[in-house]
């Protein structure tokens, strides 16, 4: 007998509105099925009447966590469209924060986990480290969380001489911490315990579902935007794209613990090759006509935007595709076959981010059961009878 | 190889270290130079006759141009919608607008958001 | 720019005059037209022969009287979008779900915000949209207005 | 006696709620932050709770999605009796940027009755606690001479009004 259970928009696990209805046979998840929308604002067709500058702003509000990719990505494409050539100085401060966004994105990954298995050492340590990549952010672009540095042909800020010492020795620091996470990542048995083995995800499974991102990476995809199709200073860097095989959620662990220490490496470099000059180029308000896809890698992988201009200065049409929604197809199958107590952490592996997803199903190969969900209301209406006649 | 207790050492170290926590009303967090705080209109630059330029680029419609003496129309910033973005400072052709560093602004209602600084 | 040129020349060379519209735009990225009746054959032939494994996104834009709808696949580090064109009065393509299952919710999507009926698809339900969207109102066709009430 | 205990008790640990009604999620890591060591507004008392049965304040961030009004007005129901909401950012006050998206109502105050807004976009962790301490000091005149006399010695500048 399969019981369904929903588990609602608001649960202290996810931080934000997903609908999971899940259905058990005892302990074990024989089927899922996600309902979204809860974070659907309609931004593709706000974003048809409003300018381009204003669009950097609507762009960058998709997913509060990974905003600079979006700007990053958005205000590519559109320098691509007008021809125009971005100063290299603007090219390596626009990586730096990108860099410093997924640090800070990491470190909050890594904390969430901890917390979402119980263990809250990990996540008071490791969002305690994360405010010191918060001040380096917040001393670069003047807020802590939305990074509003990018703009049509550059970067709206420059980085000081101060500010550069303070990156460095700020980085100096993240380096250490990170590394001891890392080894926390990789030999704390609390973490092993609930981490190892858990949300299976072979690597060819993977590759037909278009798994992107760390949670891919951790099934031996070597597939990263910032090497396969470089963007912004991620040519004159040198970096290597961190791989496991372990294909479960210890191996996500592993895989943005080795992410951290090596944006902290490329942040470094940037620091040091700083080219002088321009920051920005000048942009005309209106934009040619034409359509081109601008390709980045956000914390959670790749992060893809297609832009249409037709002449006057609002896009024709814009359409975003957030990482999450490519990793939901191979979370759902990881989590089939699962526990009920693991559909936290397995689900966290991807560090969804419902903001950006704002649009997804699952892949709902339904062996023939019928099985019936229940909307809210008639929840609320069987129990109500449930009790009636109970009592009565 | 997997040990227990492998954060027990940070732990007891950090039992001598100064505490992380600010405590926040009594100890201030410094705010760096150029935080992006409440905007501030500096009504002698505002030449009240750009028909809001800055009004145009907002992104949250923030900015509503009240009419002064029929001698043209200067913005007033609903704080409530405003994401302190800094748009409006840098479309501004004149450079009237500036964020200052203030960001504490909880209010109890709407009304008292509406910052109208003329 | 070995990578698109080869891609290029082995579309060419496998469909001729059928694929029109063949342009790179810069390093990487492949545009290509297509009938829609043989969006099929094109994507098994990638998968094939040019080993592609991975849809990025399906994009449908309104264009006036007919919708466009891009594929866009990365093979060899080379983003390829397919073009093709459907006429608005009945929108319909056939799922692409068989050669690749990660395209299942990109088809989803378009199907719900544009009213692009997907036929074979394996599980039409709604999106995106909220439960008390009424039927038949695609919010991301040009015809759909928002009307903004003064909040 | 008892009654002021029980107000005494409530306005010294009020217990928070966290709800997202849609918003980018920005300012959901700015209220975490807040309750993380740097921040710790565990010194009010201020506990996140994870079920609305158990909260006095509900912390709401997001603009409203037409979806998730109905499942806000819900969870604001579900809550004890003297319940207050404390909007979260521009989004959750007005709408913010998202004010003309067609799956977006605007503000919280669509939904659910609001008793205390904190605008920015995320406003920094000690935005949001001068946001709480504020709304406790509308239960409590100690609160409020608190704010008071710390912004006469101008260690908090917050204007505002």
């Given at each position: 007998m399969s019981v369904s259970i929903p588990i609602g928009p608001?649960?202290?696990?996810?931080k934000e509105p997903v609908n999971l209805t899940v259905t058990l046979d005892g302990e074990k998840i024989v089927d899922i099925d996600m309902r979204l929308?809860?974070?659907?604002?309609g931004i593709e067709k706000g974003s048809e009447s409003r300018n381009y500058i204003q669009n950097i702003y609507l762009t960058e509000r998709i997913c509060g966590i990974c905003n600079v990719a979006h700007t990053t990505t958005f205000c590519q494409g559109v320098e691509e469209l007008l021809g125009l050539e971005v100063p290299k100085r603007g090219l390596f401060i626009r990586t730096l924060l990108c860099e410093l966004n997924r640090i800070h994105s990491h470190l909050l990954w890594l904390g969430v986990a901890g917390h979402e298995i119980g263990f809250d050492t990990l996540f008071m340590y490791s969002w305690r480290d994360r405010e010191i990549v918060m001040d380096l952010i917040e001393i670069v672009s003047?807020?802590?969380?939305?990074?509003?540095?990018?703009?049509?042909?550059?970067?709206?800020r420059d980085v000081s001489d101060d500010m550069r010492a303070q990156i460095l020795q700020g980085i100096s620091q993240l380096e250490a911490r990170s590394q001891y996470y890392l080894d926390v990542a990789s030999t704390e048995v609390t973490f092993l315990r609930r981490t190892?083995?858990?949300g299976k995800l072979p690597k060819e499974k993977a590759i037909e579902l278009c798994a992107v991102g760390p949670f891919a990476r951790a099934s031996g995809?070597?597939?990263?935007v910032r090497k396969d199709?470089?963007?912004?200073?991620?040519?004159y860097l040198d970096f290597k794209v961190r791989t496991s095989d372990r294909c479960d959620v210890l191996g996500t662990a592993i895989v943005r613990a080795l992410e951290i220490v090596e944006s902290c490496k490329m942040c470094r470099q940037v620091i040091e090759e700083l080219?002088?000059?321009?920051i920005k180029a000048k942009a005309p308000r209106k934009v040619p006509p034409g359509e081109v896809v601008s390709k980045t890698e956000a914390p959670r992988g790749e992060l893809i935007h297609y832009i249409r201009s037709n002449?006057?200065?609002?896009?024709e049409r814009l359409k975003v595709r957030a990482p999450t929604l490519a990793n939901i197809p191979s979370v759902l199958y990881s989590l089939r076959?699962?526990?009920?107590?693991?559909i936290p952490i397995v689900f966290a592996a991807i560090d969804p981010c419902m903001a950006c997803m704002d649009r997804v199903i699952l892949?709902?190969?339904?062996?023939?059961k019928t099985k019936r969900v229940m909307t809210w209301e008639e929840l609320r209406q069987h129990g109500m009878e449930w009790y009636a006649d109970r009592k009565g | 190889m997997t040990r227990i207790g492998s954060m027990f050492p940070e732990i007891w170290k950090h039992?001598?270290?100064?505490?992380?926590?600010?405590?926040y009303p009594f100890e201030r967090l410094n705010v760096p130079?150029?935080?992006?705080?409440k905007p501030i209109l500096d009504e002698q630059k505002?030449?009240?006759?750009?028909?809001?330029a800055c009004a145009i680029d907002c992104p949250a419609k923030a900015i509503v141009m009240e009419k002064v003496e029929e001698k043209g129309s200067r913005p007033v910033f609903l704080l409530d919608r405003?994401?302190?973005?800094?748009q409006c400072s840098e479309s501004c052709p004149f450079g009237a607008i500036k964020l200052s560093e203030e960001f504490e602004l909880a209010q109890y209602d709407r009304k008292s958001l509406v910052s109208k600084q003329w | 720019m070995p990578a698109e040129n080869e891609i290029q020349d082995k579309l060419k060379g496998a469909f001729g005059e059928r694929?029109?519209?063949?342009?790179?735009?810069?390093?990487?990225r492949v545009f290509v037209r297509v009938p829609p009746s043989l969006v099929k054959e094109v994507i098994s032939y990638l998968k094939q022969d040019l080993g592609m494994t991975h849809i990025t996104t399906i994009t449908a834009t309104d264009v006036g009287e007919e919708i466009e709808v891009l594929y866009h696949f990365l093979c060899r580090g080379v983003t390829v979008s397919l073009r093709t064109s459907v006429p608005k009065a009945n929108p319909a393509i056939d799922t692409i779900t068989p050669i690749i299952p990660g395209a299942v919710l990109y088809e989803r999507e378009i199907q719900d915000l544009l009213g692009l009926k997907v036929k074979g698809h394996p599980d039409p339900r709604r999106l995106?949209?909220?439960?008390?969207w009424p039927e038949g109102?695609?919010?991301?066709?040009?015809?759909?207005k928002v009307k903004v009430e003064e909040g | 006696m008892l009654k002021n205990f029980v107000g005494w008790s409530r306005v010294k640990s009020p217990w928070v709620c966290h709800l997202n009604t849609?918003?980018?999620?920005g300012c959901d890591i700015e209220v975490l932050a807040a309750l993380m060591?740097?921040?710790?507004?565990e010194r009010f008392g201020i506990l996140l709770k994870?079920?609305?049965?158990?909260?006095?304040?509900l912390v709401c961030t997001g603009a409203i999605t037409r979806q998730m009004k109905d499942r806000a007005v819900r969870i604001y129901e579900q809550m004890p009796e003297p319940k207050f909401v404390i909007a979260v950012g521009s989004c959750a006050c007005?709408?913010?940027?998202?004010?003309?998206?067609?799956n977006v109502l605007g503000g919280i105050d669509k939904a659910i009755p609001v008793n205390a807004y904190v605008p920015g976009c995320p406003p920094r962790p000690d935005a949001i606690i001068h946001g709480v301490v504020k709304l406790l000091g509308a239960l409590d005149p100690r609160y409020a001479q608190l704010l008071e006399d710390l912004k006469r010695k101008g260690e908090i500048h917050a204007s505002g009004e």
């Open positions: 608001q649960h202290p696990a996810l929308g809860y974070n659907h604002r003047g807020n802590r969380v939305n990074i509003a540095i990018n703009a049509i042909g550059g970067v709206r190892e083995g858990v995809v070597e597939y990263d199709d470089p963007f912004a200073a991620y040519p080219p002088a000059g321009e002449g006057t200065d609002r896009p076959g699962g526990y009920i107590a693991d892949l709902d190969t339904d062996h023939g | 039992l001598f270290k100064k505490r992380a926590t600010v405590l130079k150029d935080l992006r705080g505002c030449s009240l006759k750009c028909k809001g405003c994401t302190f973005c800094g | 694929i029109s519209e063949l342009k790179t735009t810069r390093g990487r995106v949209l909220p439960e008390d109102v695609y919010p991301l066709r040009k015809e759909y | 849609g918003g980018c999620n060591p740097r921040f710790d507004v994870g079920t609305p049965r158990h909260a006095d304040v007005s709408g913010g940027v998202f004010w003309d998206c067609y």
